[in-house]
């Protein structure tokens, strides 16, 4: 009766019937999407504690913001969708704003808090859709490729297979080294294991290549089960509302909180619309079901990012594994942030993988981004010319604001010497005009 009972509760607030679902799919479905999504707790705070964020309250805030998000997104929006600090944003965060730039990781983290609230701003606005319909779907396309290359980029420095050259400015690495080879190792085998079609495939083979370093002697090995788990929760004291607004305000809200806005917004925008496809969430006349409700999820997990101490949360395209096994509502998603919180526990034992363990998994990721090139048309040149300074001009200058910039502001130029000026958006003009002065001013 009690269980009949629950499932009643949960028919309701889910909609399981009238999904076609039920309980039993759901949590699978959310067990999967979670064993997809995992390596983002060894890879986040290895690529925040770069940018000098302290690693326990990294991963403290990494598992609490994709917790009470990934709730949020499955109560309130009803999506079988998990979210998480995202892959790019990280980077972004940690190896421009921080690295490039030398600013504060504390600024950093003001510059996400706005972001967060123009996100949100755009979002009750509707002013969203205007945006994403005036940036050409070349131009976005390009934008997920250069993104791509810039991670795997990060990831292939990580590995020690890419190094610095007087010479040349990059050069093979030295592949003998056995923190290389170990990489080099787990980023084919997590290649193969994709392949396969092997659930976690990214999760193994960083399992696989932290064991391996612990046995060749090249990482702390745990000598009791105090190493790997613990009820001490780790805490995000040295991070929780240590973000300056005041510091990114002074620096210059236009350059950094942008770059965070539409990198977020077409990446979100673009993994929702795939995801929501998948798990028959559109309805004949094209509309999306709860769409203003997920982005406003998004929008308010970017603050909590900030005020919690990591880079920008996103919805994360890996759901589509649980979505593959059945699950079609919020469900799915709240099973999700109960394992993330259940992975608290095992906080020690994120804290022995190396970096180089998690480097393969940049790497992969970035592949998978790249992929994207097969929609970029590169037939008219004046179409092709933005597309190409996106892509590339994002991992030589280790800046994807560089390729906002290039892509944006080259558009305008080669359509307006084509001819085909009509094609411009007066939003177009705005941002173009805007990434000019930002150059000019950074110049």
């Known amino acids: 009766m009690a269980t009949q009972s629950q499932g009643g509760m949960l028919n309701r607030l889910f909609h399981l019937n009238e999904k076609k679902t039920n309980v039993q799919t ?59 600090p995202g892959m790019g944003l990280n980077a972004f965060f940690t190896y421009y704003v921080v690295g490039t730039l030398h600013l504060p990781w504390q600024v950093a983290l003001g510059a996400v808090f706005f972001s967060g609230v123009f996100f949100f701003i755009l979002t009750v606005g509707g002013v969203r859709q205007a945006i994403i319909r005036a940036v050409p779907e070349n131009l976005k396309h390009a934008i997920t490729v250069g993104i791509g290359m810039f991670i795997a980029f990060i990831g292939f420095r990580g590995t020690g297979l890419i190094v610095a050259d007087k010479a040349t400015y990059i050069t093979l690495g030295h592949v003998a080294e056995p923190t290389t080879l170990l990489a080099l190792v787990g980023l084919l085998l997590t290649g193969v294991l994709i392949v ?26 745990p000598h009791g089960i105090g190493d790997i788990m613990s009820f001490d929760i780790p805490s995000m004291e040295a991070t929780f509302g240590q973000f300056d607004i005041r510091g990114a305000w002074e620096f210059g809200i ?43 999820t998004d929008a308010i997990g970017t603050m909590l990012s900030a005020l919690f101490g990591t880079s920008t949360v996103t919805s994360y395209l890996e759901s589509a594994a649980g979505i593959a096994e059945g699950g079609k509502t919020g469900l799915t998603a709240v099973t999700v942030a109960v394992l993330f919180v259940v992975s608290l526990v095992f906080a020690p034992l994120i804290g022995l993988v190396p970096a180089f363990a998690t480097s393969p998994a940049l790497i992969i990721v970035g592949a998978l981004m790249i992929s994207e090139v097969r929609n970029v048309s590169f037939g008219a040149f004046d179409d092709a010319l933005p597309a190409f300074l996106t892509i590339i001009m994002m991992p030589l200058t280790s800046s994807i604001a560089n390729g906002f910039a290039f892509g944006f502001v080259s558009y305008v130029v080669m359509k307006v010497g084509a001819g085909k000026i009509k094609e411009i958006s007066p939003i177009m003009w705005i941002i173009a005009l805007a990434f000019l002065v930002n150059l000019e001013l950074r110049g």
């Not at 302290?54 to 079988?80: D, Q, R, S």
């Not at 391996?212 to 990482?219: D, H, K, N, P, V």
């Open 196 to 221: 396969r079609g092997v659930k976690g495939s990214i999760l193994i083979g960083i399992a696989v290549i932290t064991l391996a370093s612990m046995f060749m002697g090249l990482s702390p090995v």
């Open 254 to 296: 236009f350059s950094i909180i942008f770059t965070f806005t539409v990198v977020e917004l077409f990446d979100n925008m673009g993994t929702l619309i795939g995801l929501t496809t998948k798990a028959n969430l559109v309805k004949e006349d094209g509309e999306i079901e709860n769409l203003d409700r997920a982005l406003t």
């Open 26 to 84: 759901e949590m699978i479905a959310g067990f999967t999407t979670f064993i997809s999504v995992a390596y983002i707790l060894f890879v986040n705070p290895n690529i925040l504690a770069d940018a000098g964020i302290p690693k326990e309250a990294a991963i403290a805030a990494t598992i609490w913001v994709a917790a009470l998000t990934t709730t949020f997104m499955g109560l309130y929006a009803n999506y079988p969708v998990a979210l998480a």
